[in-house]
Antibody, heavy 121, light 111 residues
Framework: QVQLQESGPGLVKPSQTLSLTCTVS??????????WSWIRRHPVKGLEWIGY???????HYNPSLKSRVTMSVDTSKNQISLKLNTVTAADTAVYHC?????????????WGLGTMVTVSS | QSVLTQPPSASGTPGQRVTISCSGR????????VDWYQQFPGTAPKLLIY???QRPSGVPDRFSGSKSGTSASLAISGLQSEDEADYFC????????????FGGGTKLTVL
C-alpha cells in the first residue's frame, strides 16, 4: 500500500518561501510512470493543482503559479519537494502531495493527509 | 472561483439515489476524462471514479459516473450515512496552459 506524508513548517511569513517535503513509502518513486503532484485546498476556494514532477525530474506547473513554484525529486530518499516563493496570505491552505496517473487526463490514486500552512507575520 | 462548476450542497435520505453534477468547458470536461474524489473532514481525498466511469478497486458499485459533452455526473445509489462527505470533480484542461482543474466541491448531507 503506497503512503504519502507531507512535512514542513506550518507557519511562513509573507514574502518568504514555503518549503514542503513529501515522503513516499510502500513503493518506489522510480517504479511506474507516475506524476507526483502537489495539490492544495484553500479554505474557501477549494482544490488547486500546483503541478507535478516525474521520477526523472520532468516538471509541469499550474500556469497561475508557475513563476513562483519549484519542484524537485530525491529518488534516494523517495521524496519529492515543493518550494513556493514570495508567499502571501492567499497561499494559506492545506497542501497535499499525491500520485498522479496520466491516462485520459491526470488523476490521483493516492494522496497524503495534507499539511496546513498558514502565511502570516 | 473554481473552473468546474458543482452545486455547493446536496442531500438525500438513506436508500435514496443522489446525483452531483459537474459542469465544465470543451477544453476540460469536453475533451478529457472526469474524475471524482470523496473527502471526509481531516482526511486525505479518496479517488472514487476516474476516466468518467471507472471505479478503482474497493469502491462500491453504488458509486457511478457518467459524462455527456461538457457535463459530468456522480451518482450514489442506496445512500448510506457514511456517504456524508465532500465530493470534488476534476479534469485535465487542454487549453494553451494545460493543467488540472477542480470543481468547488459539493457537501453531501445524509438526512
Amino acid at each position: 500500500q503506497v503512503q504519502l506524508q507531507e512535512s514542513g513548517p506550518g507557519l511562513v511569513k509573507p514574502s518568504q518561501t514555503l518549503s514542503l517535503t513529501c515522503t513516499v513509502s510502500g513503493g518506489s518513486i522510480n517504479s511506474g510512470n507516475y506524476y507526483w503532484s502537489w495539490i492544495r485546498r484553500h479554505p474557501v476556494k477549494g482544490l488547486e493543482w500546483i503541478g507535478y514532477i516525474s521520477y526523472a525530474g520532468n516538471t509541469h506547473y499550474n500556469p497561475s503559479l508557475k513563476s513562483r513554484v519549484t519542484m524537485s525529486v530525491d529518488t534516494s530518499k523517495n521524496q519529492i519537494s515543493l518550494k513556493l516563493n514570495t508567499v502571501t496570505a492567499a497561499d494559506t491552505a492545506v497542501y497535499h502531495c499525491a500520485r498522479g496517473i496520466g491516462i485520459g487526463g491526470l488523476y490521483f490514486d493516492y494522496w497524503g493527509l495534507g499539511t496546513m500552512v498558514t502565511v502570516s507575520s | 472561483q473554481s473552473v468546474l462548476t458543482q452545486p455547493p450542497s446536496a442531500s438525500g435520505t438513506p436508500g435514496q439515489r443522489v446525483t452531483i453534477s459537474c459542469s465544465g468547458r470543451a477544453s476540460d470536461v469536453g475533451s478529457n476524462g472526469v474524475d471524482w474524489y470523496q473527502q471526509f473532514p481531516g482526511t486525505a481525498p479518496k479517488l472514487l471514479i476516474y476516466n468518467n466511469n471507472q471505479r478503482p478497486s474497493g469502491v462500491p458499485d453504488r458509486f457511478s459516473g457518467s459524462k455527456s459533452g461538457t457535463s459530468a455526473s456522480l451518482a450514489i445509489s442506496g445512500l448510506q450515512s457514511e456517504d456524508e462527505a465532500d465530493y470534488f470533480c476534476a479534469a485535465w484542461d487542454d487549453s494553451l496552459n494545460a493543467h488540472v482543474v477542480f470543481g468547488g466541491g459539493t457537501k453531501l448531507t445524509v438526512l
